[in-house]
């Protein structure tokens, strides 16, 4: 019998398709009317139980083995929302709607699991339940905990879940998989300094937001190298900053608004910088003879891997693509991802497949980046190892 990844090769040129048809027509969070048309159209066409509208617009393919006596049941997720950002360059399948792109793959996350369940259709050689989710929102839109809140794991009770994101820093042929914390938290935290305005040639007279605003955004600094443990991870960063009066040279405003994010993997960490950030903000504001209000929004939580199923993953990646083609001591991102709440939810991993290395593909959300069409198979492939292996047919 051929593997799961030669099988699948025989379908590539059909899975290319949908995959560039479904990037010159992206949709964002919680509208992805059509993509999720196109998957369950494609799931039902090849035999595939589907249900629709968990999460508004999400779908679930479900897959029964050859046999069910263990009652054992996994779940495989993909995203399906676009980027707000407009595509550069003239490939045959640009984006139709411009200021929308598929900038983080999730255009070939969603085709490689529609390889996976054709393949799992066509075979069926497990013993259990696949089930097959596909995801909207993962864009901000935390399409994954409402999934969950909707009750995807009740009505679909997998016992585990995995999710497969393509990596542009790894080379073809690899993944990268680890126990623990593989993503961050993803926190927003708005700031505005208020003080008193006046000329900017009497500043003796006014209470300068502008200066307590720069020594909050360089105090803010002290979080990660002063208050966190070295050996562990932080990230603060104020990314705008906005006054009351733009475009007069001598005027001080009345208030600045600074914008920016604080990402960690543990939660008591998490809980350390949301405290941080609200005294030095506050105190420094009011040293300054002003004051702040702090909006602190908590976002995704951390992407952590239980350990078994990330051991699980790599074992099963190293029979697909070699041992020496899975990077187990990957380093953390300090992206963000809301698969984390499915992992909250059951036991699973979230596993890197490369598509890009030195010279290939183009970083995640930027406006040239394109999937990597040649991974397709890969990807498809170990998803479905991953079902086979997982509920494996015992003698």
């Avoid at 680890?178 to 003796?204: C, F, N, S, W, Y």
Wanted: glycine share 10%.
């Amino acid at each position: 019998m051929p593997s799961p990844v030669d099988h699948i090769r025989g379908y590539h040129a059909e899975l290319t398709r949908i995959r560039r048809d479904i990037h010159a027509h992206p949709e964002l969070a919680f509208e992805e009317t059509r993509t999720s048309e196109v998957v369950a159209s494609a799931l039902e066409r090849w035999g595939i139980e589907v249900h629709r509208g968990l999460a508004k617009t999400g779908v679930v393919g479900v897959i029964k083995g050859k046999t069910r006596a263990s009652g054992r049941a996994i779940g495989l997720r993909a995203d399906m929302d676009c980027l707000p950002l407009l595509e550069a360059g003239d490939r045959p399948y640009k984006s139709t709607h411009p200021g929308r792109m598929h900038a983080c793959g999730h255009d070939g996350h969603t085709t490689m699991l529609l390889g996976t369940a054709r393949y799992l259709a066509e075979t069926r050689n497990f013993d259990g339940t696949a089930y097959l989710i596909f995801q909207p929102a993962e864009e901000g839109g935390a399409g994954a905990d409402r999934m969950v809140k909707e009750g995807l794991f009740e009505n679909f009770p997998a016992d585990t879940v995995y999710a497969l994101h393509n990596w542009p820093m790894l080379e073809p042929g690899k993944i990268a998989v680890r126990a623990g914390p593989v993503m961050a938290a993803t926190d927003e935290i708005q700031i505005t300094v208020h003080g008193k305005g006046g000329h900017g040639a009497l500043p003796h007279l006014a209470a300068d937001p502008v200066v307590a605003s720069a020594q909050i955004v360089s105090a803010l600094q002290t979080i990660a190298s002063r208050n966190v443990n070295p050996l562990d991870a932080a990230v603060v960063s104020i990314c705008s900053m906005q006054t009351s009066q733009v475009g007069a040279f001598n005027i001080i405003p009345d208030f600045v608004r600074l914008v920016g994010t604080v990402r960690t993997f543990r939660a008591e960490t998490r809980a350390l910088a949301e405290r941080r950030v609200r005294e030095i903000a506050t105190a420094v504001a009011e040293a300054m003879g002003g004051s702040a209000a702090l909006e602190y929004r908590r976002g995704y939580p951390a992407t952590v891997n239980h350990a078994r199923e990330a051991e699980f993953a790599a074992a099963v990646g190293e029979r697909v693509f070699g041992a020496g083609n899975v990077v187990r001591d990957a380093e953390p991102t300090m992206g963000g991802e809301d698969f984390s709440y499915m992992l909250l939810a059951r036991p699973g991993a979230y596993v890197f497949l490369g598509q890009g290395g030195a010279d290939l593909g183009c970083l995640l959300h930027n406006s040239a980046y394109d999937f990597n069409d040649q991974v397709i198979p890969l990807g498809a492939g170990y998803l479905a190892a991953l079902v086979e292996e997982s509920l494996a047919i015992r003698p």
